[in-house]
């Protein structure tokens, strides 16, 4: 098949739910000639309180239902799953697939100036050590400062986004990693980043935000690129989104996170991702 003909092939982006929309508003920003396909595994959020086993069995679902939709790249949005599932994944597809760990850990691996970063994520993210480790494979001399911070995804799905209580949450969250004199701290939940004005406040101008979507965005422009198969036009673009729930909660929030309308969503059986396996 031609590189021309392989660009016009969508991107495949899947998450537990919603909080991957922000990687996905970072590649239409960025990409915006780029077709994309999104899976939102509503019916089976939260990934990150559940057993690794449990969380790459759906990811690999995920994975072979957009593949069976011709994607050319997979993102695997979930901080979670890219902690747990990533090398399983890439072992069985044939395409370039990107997990949202490695670009948020170089970018806090270059920011940091006293080599104190912070990691803030679900309880399965900072247990996995992902983002530690891949840091410290930047920098062995960076210590790395983790804590999970559980009721920000509810809060962000609530709307709660500069809320007393979403302060309040997140000052008892946070006070331990402000205290350990961070200077970097890496949003390890595609969530967190709608409460960037939040969690700054908390933390102070001196400590640097890494926006992991954002990193995630110039990684994939660059593989695009290099492998030939950018779309560099809007002809034929479209943008598709598949969820496992009703689609009435995740177009309230979705609209929080896209500042966009979404015009071609299906909600799809769980049975369907079981048999893409």
């Known amino acids: 098949m031609k590189n021309s003909s392989i660009a016009d092939k969508p991107i495949g ?12 508003k970072e590649i239409h920003r960025l990409l915006p000639a780029e077709s994309t396909i999104y899976l939102g ?4 959020v939260p ?49 370039p697939v990107l997990g949202v760990i490695e670009p948020g850990a170089k970018a806090a691996a270059a920011t940091t100036r006293n080599n104190r970063v912070g990691v803030i994520g679900t309880e399965a993210t900072i247990k ?29 799905e609530e709307g709660w986004l500069n809320d007393d209580i979403t302060e309040l949450t997140a000052r ?14 890496v949003l390890g939940c ?6 960037k004005d939040v969690i700054k406040k908390v933390m102070g101008e001196q400590t640097v935000l890494i926006d992991s979507a954002i990193e995630k965005a110039k990684v994939v422009k660059q593989i695009l690129t290099d492998l030939r198969i950018l779309k560099k036009d809007t002809n034929g673009t479209f943008r598709k989104y598949y969820v496992t729930d009703s689609t009435d909660r995740f177009l309230t929030v979705a609209r929080r996170f896209l500042l966009e309308p979404i015009e071609d969503i299906t909600t799809i059986e769980i049975a369907s991702l079981e048999m893409a396996t």
Not at 41 to 44: E, F, L, S
């Open 13 to 24: 982006i899947f998450d537990s739910g919603i909080g991957g929309l922000t990687v996905l």
């Open 41 to 44: 595994d509503t019916a089976r």
């Open 47 to 95: 990934y990150g309180i559940r057993s690794s086993e449990t969380v790459r069995k759906y990811s690999l679902q995920n994975s072979m239902f957009l593949m069976e939709r011709g994607i050319k790249l997979l993102i695997i949005a979930c901080n979670t799953s890219s902690a747990t599932s990533l090398e399983s994944i890439r072992n069985v597809l044939d395409i």
């Open 128 to 156: 996995s050590g992902a983002y530690r480790k891949a840091i410290q494979n930047v920098n062995r001399s960076i210590e790395v400062i983790e804590k999970s911070c559980p009721l920000f995804v509810p809060l962000v």
């Open 172 to 185: 008892r969250y946070l006070q331990e990693v402000k205290d350990a004199g961070i200077d970097t701290l």
């Open 190 to 195: 595609t969530h967190y980043p709608l409460l």
